[in-house]
C-alpha cells in the first residue's frame, strides 16, 4: 500500500461536486415523492408526536419509515423493550446527543421526535457525502488509477441501496466506520482495529471485521516463516477490542432484562440474548427465509447475489492465471506451497472471501431482501471490485445501480417494502 497522503487530481475534485449534487438529487426526488404517491401504511404517523410546529412536518418525508421508527424510539426512550436488542446502541446513542443539542436553538419551531429525524437526516447525509470521498482514497491506496477510483466513488453514491444510507438507518455510520478503518490498513496502519471496534458498536455485522486483523496477522507470519509470540498477543487484543462492543452491549441487555427471575427470557441462562432475539422477534435463522412466498423476495435480491457471483468468478480467474504464471518462476524450495498461494493472493485475499462469505451467510439465514444493503454497508471492497468488470459489465451494474437507487427511493419513501 502506498502511503495515505497520496496526490489526488481533478477527478477527485469532479466527484465532490457530483456526490453533492446526487445527495441534493435523491433528497429532493424523496421529498417530491411523499407529496405525490401516497404512503401504504400511514401508521408511521402515530410513532412521531406533533406539536404543531413549523418544523413537525419533517416525518412525512419518509424518513422515519420502517426500522428507522426503532432508532428514532431508541434516540428518545431506550431499550424498553426486549426484541430492541437487535438493534445497536452507538447510533440511537449519537443521534440521542446530536438532537439534544441541536434541540437547544430550534425548540421554538420543532419538535424533539422530530429534531430526532432531523438529526439523522443531517448525519446520515453527511456520513454517506463522506463516504463517496473516501472510497476515492481507498481505491487509490488499492492501487486502482484515478479514473477507476472516480468510478468505484461514483458508483457508491449510485448504489442501490442509497436510500438507506441517506434515512434514519444504521448503514451509513456503519459503512464510515468500515472504510476508514480499511483506509487505515491500506494505508498501512495499525490502528484500523478501532474504526472496526466501533463498527461492532454501530451493528453486530461488525464481529465479522475480525477476520482482516486475523488474516493480516496470520499472512505476516506465514511471510515471515515463523511465529513470533509478539505478533499471537498483538493479534488477539485487537481482536478482543475489535469485538468487545458486542459482549458489553450483551452484558447491558442482561443487566436490563435478567435481574428479575420471575421474568427472565430464555436467553438469560446463557447471557447472549442476539441469537435469541433474532430467532424470537425477527424470524432470522438457517433457511427459515426458504419458502414460495419469498420468491419475490429472492428476485429483488437476485442482481446483488449475480454481482458478488460475477466479480468472485473474475477474480478466481485472475488469480488462477498469475499462479499458472509465477509457478514458472518461483521453486517449491523458495515458497511452501501454502506461501506461495498467499504469496499470490496476498493483501487482496481478504476483502474476497469476506465479500463472499457474508454473501453465503445472507443467502442461507438472513431476509434475503435486505442483502442488498448489507453487502453495500459491509463490504465497501464491493465497488473497488466492479470497475474490474471491463466496460460491457461496468455498464450493467451501472444500469442496476441507478434502477435501484431511484425505484428504492420511491418505494421506500411511501413506506412499501423494499430491500
Known amino acids: 500500500s502506498s502511503g495515505i497522503n497520496a496526490e489526488y487530481g481533478g477527478m477527485q475534485e469532479k466527484l465532490k461536486k457530483q456526490a453533492l449534487i446526487i445527495r441534493i438529487s435523491l433528497f429532493l426526488l424523496q421529498v417530491l415523492t411523499t407529496y405525490i404517491i401516497p404512503p401504504y401504511d400511514t401508521s408511521v404517523k402515530e410513532a412521531y408526536t406533533s406539536s404543531g410546529l ?21 434516540a428518545q426512550e431506550g431499550y424498553d423493550y426486549e426484541n430492541f436488542g437487535a438493534f445497536f446502541p452507538l447510533y440511537p446513542a449519537m443521534i440521542a446527543g446530536f438532537s439534544s443539542v441541536l434541540y437547544i436553538p430550534l425548540q421554538l419551531i420543532i419538535s424533539y421526535s422530530s429534531c430526532v429525524i432531523l438529526t439523522s437526516i443531517l448525519l446520515n447525509n453527511t456520513l454517506f457525502y463522506i463516504n463517496s470521498l473516501m472510497i476515492f482514497k481507498l481505491s487509490r491506496l488499492f492501487g486502482l488509477s484515478e479514473a477507476k477510483s472516480y468510478q468505484a466513488a461514483l458508483l457508491y453514491t449510485l448504489n442501490p441501496a442509497s436510500i438507506f444510507l441517506t434515512v434514519g438507518y444504521t448503514e451509513s455510520l456503519f459503512s464510515f466506520f468500515v472504510i476508514l478503518g480499511l483506509l487505515l490498513r491500506e494505508a498501512d496502519s495499525q490502528f484500523y482495529f478501532f474504526c472496526f471496534s466501533l463498527a461492532t458498536g454501530v451493528r453486530s455485522n461488525g464481529l465479522s471485521l475480525v477476520f482482516f486483523i486475523l488474516y493480516d496477522h496470520i499472512l505476516s ?12 498477543v498483538c493479534m488477539i487484543i485487537q481482536a478482543c477490542i475489535s469485538i468487545a462492543p458486542f459482549f458489553w452491549f450483551q452484558n447491558h441487555l442482561y443487566e436490563l432484562y435478567c435481574t428479575d427471575s420471575t421474568n427472565a427470557s430464555q436467553w438469560c441462562e446463557t447471557g447472549i440474548s442476539y441469537g435469541y432475539i433474532q430467532a424470537k422477534y425477527w424470524g432470522v435463522g438457517l433457511f427459515k427465509y426458504w419458502e414460495f412466498k419469498q420468491i419475490p423476495n429472492f428476485l429483488i435480491a437476485a442482481p446483488m447475489f449475480s454481482l458478488v457471483v460475477t466479480i468472485q468468478i473474475y477474480w478466481t480467474y485472475d488469480q488462477f492465471r498469475n499462479f499458472r504464471d509465477l509457478n514458472a518462476n518461483y521453486t517449491h524450495t523458495e515458497y511452501s506451497n501454502l506461501r506461495f498461494l498467499f504469496h499470490v493472493c496476498n493483501f487482496q485475499l481478504a476483502g474476497y472471501a469476506h465479500l463472499g462469505v457474508l454473501t453465503l451467510l445472507a443467502l442461507l439465514t438472513m431476509h434475503v431482501q435486505v442483502v442488498t444493503r448489507f453487502i453495500v454497508a459491509n463490504c465497501p471492497y464491493l465497488f473497488l471490485y466492479c470497475t474490474r468488470l471491463g466496460k460491457k459489465g461496468s455498464r450493467l451494474v451501472l444500469c442496476y445501480f441507478v434502477v435501484y437507487c431511484v425505484v428504492g427511493t420511491v418505494v421506500h419513501s411511501t413506506f412499501y417494502p423494499w430491500t
Open 221 to 232: 507470519m506465514i511471510k515471515a516463516g515463523n511465529v513470533l509470540i509478539v505478533n499471537l
Open 54 to 74: 413549523i418544523l413537525d412536518w419533517i416525518p412525512s418525508l419518509g424518513h422515519g419509515n420502517w426500522d428507522a421508527i426503532y432508532f428514532n424510539h431508541l
